[in-house]
């Protein structure tokens, strides 16, 4: 399929979705296909629930009447085409776009830099988690004439992924947040993660971008130096210093400071930043502070957790007056570290002085198993319930901290 053909029949259309569940009328439906589902076995729902067209790598089994057929694109891979449409639009769009990579604060930068540049532009940036690479190109074709800037988020499992995203989203502006230890299964380790991440840097040395760079961060500094060439805006996280937000934990003054950096580059005003900064209220179970009626304050940052997101939420509890309590979920894809990775972290909270500890999950409780800490360990998330429903916590402090897939979230009722 000729792109340009794919993209006429794109601007036909009122929006793109992958999901014919919630397929609207007018819209561009992708089939896409996975481990546990085939989207061309929908497509033809798809259209007549209203969707323009639908492009699949399949061709329907039986015959359809003519006016469904000549709305059917058929391509080699349903995934190719719609990372190439989406990158396609990009080029024609023309707008300056920052790409935001990082093991931890992406998602809080992203926020924050968005805020801060839609002082100035007419700006679309990545909704939610959408930053893979099937989110990444939806992100992009979102984006329509009346956008003047782009943010894009940009996750990443293993090397070569933060590459094809950049293919794709083709960024003129970039950020690496930090190099944490996330996903060291699927990166291989700490210099998989630098190799991983760096590739945005690569991307942007490659074809003339920017580069926004914490000072104070050695690996980032020592990154910049290896890639002869790139142009780089250095900033220091002290420029964050005076800005009041609603994030929990001193730790986010790093994504604050990327935010400030990025919003003086483009000549937004100081109180417009600030004022952008101050807005955001944070969400999605990310560096969020709540009151309960049994007085307990929550910290709940359980959407996504890693060794080194994990140090510094420690760090920050450990800052808190009165009684404190950990609830610590298991850190998912982290292959042979994991039992390393896990000791460490348990032994770092347990270190903290006057707090109480409950595990959520097999590798946290094999840890306290080995290191003899006392805590209270639960199979998964329902059993968690179960214990902290019949303890009644009351006025204390709590963090909830955890990889996704152990649903801390559901806890939060219960406190």
Known sequence: ????TLYSAFEQCNGVTTDSRTVGRGELFVALKGANFNGNLFAVKALEMGAAYAVVDERPSTDLPAELTERIIVVEDSLLALQALAAEHRRRLQIPILGIVGSNGKTTTKELTSRVLAQKFNLYATQGNLNNHIGVPLTLLAMDSSVEFGVVEMGASAQGEIATLCSICQPNYGIITNIGNAHLEGFGGKE????????????????????????EDQTL?????????LTVEPYSYTIAEGYKSNLSGDYNSRNIAAAVAIGRYFDIAQPSIAAAIESYIPQNNRSQE?????????????YNANPSSMEVALANIATKEGAKLLILGDMLELGQ???????RILKIAADIVGVDIVLVGKNFRKAAHSL????ICCKDSTEAIDYLTQSHISNTTILLK?????ALEKLIDCL
Not at 1 to 4: A, S, T, Y
Not at 201 to 212: I, K, P, S, T, V
Not at 372 to 375: G, L, N, S, T, W
Not at 402 to 406: D, V
């Open 1 to 4: 399929m000729d792109i340009n």
């Open 221 to 229: 500094q020592q990154m910049v130096t290896d890639r002869v060439g």
């Open 337 to 343: 570290w994991s039992e390393a990775e896990h000791c």
């Open 290 to 302: 709540q009151s309960t009626t049994h007085g307990n304050r929550l910290i709940i940052d359980c």
């Open 402 to 406: 955890g990889s996704r897939g152990i």
């Open 192 to 215: 998989g993660i630098i190799k991983g991440k760096g590739e945005l840097y690569d991307y942007l040395n490659a074809n003339g971008g920017r580069a926004f760079v914490a000072q």
């Open 372 to 375: 003899a800490i006392d805590a």
